[in-house]
């Protein structure tokens, strides 16, 4: 069977996406260099204009496929949420550029909102309120504020600052992960 190749421009926009990740998640959109993702990217700063409208338009289209690729290798699961936060956690861990890009995000835009991202976490949040309504998750915190802080519960190792890291770095991996699960089943009430 003939494997599938995509079109050039195809080709090019993901190889621009993989150096901007690596570009984006060290320097942040203030500190990336155009040129330099150019480069690793074998290509020019005219390629990055023509498919992403420019540096803002590329780590924005970046940070849409980076959290839609999260999603999609874990979808959400209002039944187990506790268990789904796990998931998450270990999405983060495999994925550690996917919370650095959104820290950049928060600290160099917080003023601007992705409007894919924005549409993906209405999405979510709405589906948290069908299964409170459902009486699946219990009612006791609004919706988006259910959903935010599971996910930041799930993502707590990976955004722990360099002067608390230290008084945790004994924890193992697989205990991590179980606190992130025990911490949000006893948010629900279990």
Do not use: C, I
């Not at 195809?10 to 942040?28: I, K, Q, S, W, Y």
């Not at 976490?121 to 504020?145: I, K, M, S, T």
């Amino acid at each position: 069977m003939a494997r599938f190749t995509p079109p050039a421009a195809d080709a090019m926009r993901a190889t621009l996406l993989a150096a901007a990740r690596d570009e984006f998640t060290a320097h942040g959109l203030a500190g990336a260099r155009v040129e330099r993702l150019a480069a690793a990217a074998g290509s020019n700063k005219a390629q990055v204009f023509h498919y992403f409208g420019g540096k803002d338009g590329l780590f924005d289209a970046l940070l849409v496929h980076e959290v839609t690729s999260v999603l999609t290798a874990v979808p959400l699961d209002t039944a187990d949420l506790a268990g789904w936060a796990g998931r998450l956690h270990d999405v983060t861990v495999e994925r550690p550029w996917v919370q650095r890009l959104a820290t950049w995000h928060r600290l160099e835009r917080p003023e601007v909102p992705v409007e894919t991202l924005a549409e993906q976490h209405a999405d979510v949040v709405a589906e948290v309120e069908r299964a409170q309504r459902a009486d699946v998750l219990p009612r006791r915190f609004r919706p988006a504020v259910l959903f935010g802080l599971v996910v930041h519960t799930a993502v707590f190792w990976s955004a722990l600052p360099p002067e608390a890291a230290g008084s945790v770095a004994a924890v193992t991996a697989p205990r991590r992960r179980q606190v992130v699960v025990d911490a949000v089943g006893a948010l629900l009430g279990r």
